[in-house]
């Protein structure tokens, strides 16, 4: 998906005084994973809160609402899951 992208900060990404734009998927995921549900005031159901994750032992009620988020944003999620190394593994694209 093509959208305008944001700098490391959440702010536009101006280069040359120009706001950029380019593929999103991956930042588009990344909102969804980090925002709270009611975050996003359109659509009060979406957000996964990863943050509120870090604590827990059990992180399969994760997996399946981050699964059930992303395919609401419209992606066709093959596998999520977490590698050995601690790293989310999406297997997904966009429609």
């Known amino acids: 998906m093509t959208d305008l ?34 975050d996003f005031k359109e659509f009060p159901e979406l957000g996964v809160g990863i943050n509120n994750m870090l604590n827990e032992d059990d992180f ?3 997996l399946i609402d981050a ?12 596998n999520i899951k977490f590698e050995e190394n601690g790293n989310l593994n999406i297997d997904g694209y966009y429609k």
Do not use: C, R, V, W
């Open 5 to 38: 992208i944001l700098n490391k900060t959440g702010d536009l990404d101006i280069q040359n005084g120009d706001i950029m734009i380019g593929y999103s998927d991956n930042q588009h995921q990344e909102h969804i994973l980090l925002a709270n549900k009611g």
């Open 60 to 62: 399969m009620p994760f």
């Open 67 to 78: 699964k059930k988020n992303l395919e609401y944003d419209g992606m066709k999620i093959n």
